[in-house]
């Protein structure tokens, strides 16, 4: 399996969702998505139907929706905890 130390991220998430069936999984939810760089990484790796992301900072989720693959996520402000 390769890790991020030999590979670019994108490559390892790409290898680590095939080689687990990731693949299969229809409706992601990203937790703690900050800037929505891992949102993307599953978006564009493992072509889900869904993705939800939530994030405390308001800040965070707004920088998200500005990246161009925003339109196939749905990212709210959330607490995972409350």
Known sequence: M??????????????????????RLRCWLDVGCGTGSFTELIVETCSPASVFAIDQER???????????????????GDAQA
Request: net charge positive; glycine share 4%; charged share 15%.
């Open 2 to 23: 390769p890790t991020s130390a030999s590979w670019p991220a994108g490559a390892v998430a790409q290898a680590r969702c095939s080689s687990t069936g990731l693949r």
């Open 59 to 77: 800040a965070q989720i707004d920088h998200a929706r500005n990246w161009p693959m925003a339109s196939r996520a749905h990212f709210r402000v």
